[in-house]
């Protein structure tokens, strides 16, 4: 009988959001829920929040009780005995721990940071980085992915778009050869269940309130509405997959914030669905990215895209196009983006 190594990397946490609780109740679950997570038994050695406290154990926290404490009050309270008050920094740069877990918020006001600090650290340390943060990949990529090469270590995020959909393992393992050429698709769940809820007749502020309620909306709602969220995403896929060397601020951006519902069912009456589209695209040998609110005819696959899906379009030089699509993502998507790429670091 094959016998599996058993992986116990030691993680270090910031943010404790959404996503990072689902990551944790993913690690705490039992083996036959989940047994493809039957060999990764991580050690969470601290977990670091903005403004909700932070707990610190170099022996491994105890994760159940503060899960636990932190589901029940939004809260590390010095009731816990791991309960420390030192600056995320100083954490980063002297805990013992092997990877980096950054599921903290986008902040596209300080372009990226802190996140990308703290990313830049860990890595100078050899120290892997899993981010769903999606500031570091869209406003430091080409840094950080040379200072990984070069200390020998990861800096992964597939959670960083379409939450854990394969879409940057698709491309590194499967399009080998390939020359992307273009890109496009709906990148941005909060603004498609919107349009989606327009369509059916509720307003725009009852639609946001019920996508915020969902928990899938970012921390600063503009970022989404405005289009933010959608140039970021863009941005981190046309560096990654056409080389580009551009930041979100680049992007030609249009947000759902002016858009009326007698737009949105005027182009239903017509035949089209409105839709927030990104697109990365070469022109007389220049490469352009923007992001706009689209009328898409109603038999192209993109108007078949509702609710919180997503969809990505890559287009190549030796294949016909190829997409991915998303079927209304949830939290525990995001989520196994994170575990994928922690397998992918640690189990081989």
């Given amino acids: 009988m094959l016998i599996q190594k058993i992986f116990i990397p030691r993680l270090l946490f910031i943010g404790f959001g959404n996503v990072g609780q689902e990551v944790a109740g ?43 404490q932190f589901s029940k009050s939004n809260h590390f309270t010095q009731a ?156 981190i896929l046309a560096n990654q997959f056409m080389e580009a060397s551009i930041t979100p601020l680049e992007v030609l951006r249009e947000g759902i914030g002016n858009i009326t519902i007698e737009q949105v069912q005027n182009a239903c009456e017509r035949g089209y669905h409105l839709k927030v589209i990104c697109r990365a695209f070469y022109e007389l040998n220049k490469l352009y990215t923007r992001v706009a609110v689209e009328e898409v005819p109603d038999d192209h696959i993109f108007s078949k895209v509702s609710g919180t899906g997503s969809i990505i379009r890559i287009e190549t030089d030796l294949m016909n196009p190829i997409m991915v699509v998303q079927e209304n993502p949830s939290i525990r998507d995001t989520a196994y983006g994170i575990i994928s790429d922690l397998l992918s670091i640690f189990t081989t």
Avoid at 188 to 199: A, G, Q, V, W, Y
Avoid at 212 to 228: A, S
């Fill in 26 to 68: 993913l690690f705490l679950a039992k083996n036959n829920i989940h047994p493809g997570l039957a060999y990764l038994k991580p050690q969470v050695v601290g977990i670091f929040t903005k403004t909700h406290g932070a707990v610190v154990n170099q022996a491994g926290i105890n994760l159940e009780k503060a899960f636990n």
């Fill in 80 to 235: 816990n005995p791991d309960y420390v008050n030192i600056p995320v920094l100083d954490a980063v740069q002297n805990l013992d721990y092997d990877c980096l877990v950054d599921v903290s918020g986008l902040s596209i006001k300080e372009k990226g940071e802190p996140a990308i600090t703290f990313t830049r650290e860990a890595l100078k340390r050899g120290i892997n980085v899993v981010s769903a943060n999606k500031g570091p990949a869209a406003f430091a990529y080409n840094e950080l992915k040379a200072l990984a090469e070069k200390q020998g270590c990861k800096f992964l995020h597939e959670s960083a778009v379409m939450d854990g959909a394969p879409v940057f393992n698709l491309y590194k393992d499967n399009l080998k050869g390939c020359k992307v050429t273009g890109l496009s698709g709906i990148l941005n769940s909060t603004t498609n269940f919107i349009l989606s809820k327009m369509e059916e007749g509720r307003t725009f502020e009852n639609a946001l309130k019920e996508a915020q309620k969902h928990g899938f909306v970012e921390d600063d709602y503009l970022n989404d509405i405005d289009g933010w969220d959608a140039a970021v995403k863009i941005t």
